[in-house]
């Protein structure tokens, strides 16, 4: 998670910068920088590849001098963590610099469009494109916030953009596209903050305005002037947030829960960082060391977990069959580790832990460990037993999830074992360079689509309110969805305590069918995949028996939209990446259900973060 600190007031703004990037520390990041305009109208610049602390030794005895500034810490995407690609980044000129959270969809027509005007750029970064828009906006005559406005309003996909220029010494322009990439704004007295997370404000002022997607704010010393992109006035009041570490943590949400699946697209565009070359069409994962010769002998792939993790498990089998083109299965950890699996040197076992210490999947691993097998893990927590055990360790780089039942985790968990599946393909050989690139692209895109999806908690909400008196629910999937069913299931069963089953589609006249009646709600996953024609079958089905059915669909299917009695759309995205949007609504429904039930949804009865006793 990229961390963005902006100062303007009557104190040294080096100083106030370099304090707010260090308590952002904690997103992660592989290089750091700060700009100060200096009281003589010049910029000074300060930035290095590697940890803070590289940069303070830069500037130690030397402290730019200057009341304005901004600083970042950054987690490569375009380009190599290196001095030149830090943050701030410039124009040709040197009159406007640029922090920034996000990946810029469009970037390269953008580029190619720029150096056509006679732009020349110095860095590897999509970012640079902002500095060069918002320079020609200023060559116009705008004053930077609508030069600010309109540069943004070129770029696609979720960001979160904070810009310094050398004329403007009276303020700074933050902007929000999407919902991936927070800026808060902080109100002091005489001095104003911004930056992407509360910590970084919070030795200063707790009073605080929150940006929405679509939103900018001019901020100056004596506050901060918030619009849409459209340049339409906002208006909204300050909150004043207490200064204890769980309301820090909980930002403006009611629950973590909440919070947790309100930060998925930015999660998600933080799983990637660093790891997808979107210029090469190439994944790069910095903890996965298996040989070549590893690599040319795997015949087969295990993917083992259990609950939230196994359905990931689950979903991962699909990708490893359809990308990295090798057989492969899902098993519960708990099943594999006692049933004497034939597994060996030819086999590699992926296990699924979002906190890296679950008993089961530890055990299953030790037992393919003993038999030989390759291993790898999907973990969130570094250090952890299962990435301490691991030949070959993905990190998913969600930071702390407080909440027992896990959300982001999960979502992050699929983009890492795409990410791995086409890692391994790419290693083997067995995808073409544009088969490979195909595969990749859209993940530039997921961040965007993930924030679209999370606008829409209201309709989650209001559908919730109709179903939470009932007390059985059945989930329908087919192909890679079916997992998708089963983790909805879970997770209302997990937070409202309601008894709720997944099904394959396919399965339902096997048996489940004769549950459904106009008492039985039947949640359904029917989005435009290649099962889609086999998914309306079934749901005919369910309407012939009354049941009462929600379906989730892709955007503008209007055949599904009429026979749902309640329908729910998420946006259009590759067949393989769409596990990763339909998840989310599931998470918001079963949220709302228990908010409105009184239940503890941080803290489910009988449920541990981390299981580890069998």
Request: hydrophobic share 40%; aromatic share 6%; charged share 20%.
């Amino acid at each position: 998670m990229c961390g963005i600190v902006g100062y303007v007031g009557g104190r040294e703004a080096a100083p106030v910068l370099l304090d707010g990037l260090r308590r952002l520390e904690y997103r992660g990041y592989d290089s750091a920088g700060l700009a100060v305009l200096e009281e003589d109208g010049s910029m000074a610049v300060r930035k290095r590849a590697g940890k803070l602390e590289e940069l303070a030794r830069a500037i130690e005895g030397a402290w730019p001098k200057g009341n304005i500034g901004i600083g970042h810490t950054r987690w490569a995407t375009h380009g190599r963590p290196t001095d030149a690609n830090a943050h701030p980044v410039a124009d040709c000129t040197g009159q406007v610099l640029v922090v920034h959270n996000g990946i810029i969809e469009n970037y390269r027509p953008l580029k190619e469009s720029l150096q056509g005007r006679g732009h020349r750029f110095q860095t590897e970064t999509d970012t640079e494109v902002i500095a060069h828009l918002v320079e020609e906006g200023l060559g116009r005559g705008l004053p930077l916030a609508q030069a600010t406005r309109q540069a943004v309003s070129c770029l696609q996909g979720a960001n979160a953009v904070l810009v310094m220029a050398r004329h403007c010494p009276q303020g700074l322009v933050a902007a929000r596209l999407g919902n991936a990439g927070g800026v808060v704004v902080g109100l002091g007295e005489g001095e104003c903050l911004v930056a992407s997370d509360l910590p970084a404000l919070l030795p200063y002022t707790r009073r605080v305005l929150f940006l929405s997607g679509g939103e900018m704010a001019e901020i100056t010393r004596e506050g901060a002037c918030l619009s849409t992109l459209a340049g339409e006035p906002v208006s909204r009041q300050a909150v004043e947030v207490p200064y204890d570490p769980l309301s820090v943590a909980k930002g403006p949400y009611k629950h973590f829960m909440l919070k947790e699946i309100m930060e998925q697209p930015e999660c998600v565009l933080d799983t990637l960082r660093g790891r997808v070359d979107f210029e090469g069409m190439r994944v790069e994962l910095e903890d996965v060391h298996l040989s070549p010769e590893v690599l040319s002998r795997l015949r087969r792939v295990v993917l083992v977990g259990m609950g939230t993790s196994y359905h990931a498990a689950l979903v991962g089998r699909h990708y490893m069959e359809a990308i990295a083109r090798l057989p492969a299965e899902a098993e519960n950890a708990s099943e594999f580790r006692y049933r004497d699996p034939l597994v060996g040197p030819e086999t590699l076992v992926v296990a699924v832990t979002q906190s890296g210490e679950t008993v089961d999947t530890l055990a299953a691993m030790e037992e393919a460990r003993r038999k030989g097998c390759a291993l790898a893990a999907v973990c969130n927590v570094i250090g952890s037993q299962a990435s301490r055990m691991a030949d070959a360790v993905v990190y998913t780089r969600c930071g702390l999830e407080v909440g027992v039942c896990s959300t982001k985790t999960f979502t992050a968990s699929l983009v890492v074992l795409y990410l791995l599946a086409c890692y391994l393909a790419q290693a083997r050989g067995v995808q073409p360079p544009e088969a490979l690139s195909s595969l990749l692209s859209p993940l530039a895109r997921l961040p965007y689509l993930l924030g679209e999806v999370t606008e829409r908690a209201g309709e989650y909400e209001r559908l919730a309110h109709t179903f939470y008196r009932y007390s059985n629910f059945l989930y329908l999937g087919r192909g890679v969805q079916y997992p998708i069913a089963l983790e909805g299931a879970l997770k209302l069963k997990e937070v409202s305590y309601i008894h709720a089953e997944g099904y394959p589609a396919g399965e339902m006249k096997h048996g489940p069918i004769a549950l459904i009646d106009q008492d039985m709600p039947v949640v359904a996953i029917a989005v435009r995949d290649p099962l889609y024609d086999k998914m309306r079958n079934n749901l005919e089905q369910v309407k012939a028996r009354e049941g009462r059915l929600i379906v989730l669909a892709s955007e503008g299917d209007e055949e599904m939209a009429r026979l749902a009695d309640y329908p729910l759309h998420v946006p259009d995205a590759s067949p393989l990446l769409l596990p990763v949007l339909t998840a989310v609504p599931l998470q918001f429904f079963a949220y709302y259900i228990a908010v409105r039930r009184g239940c503890d949804v941080d803290q489910p009865r009988n449920l541990a973060k981390t299981v580890t006793v069998e």
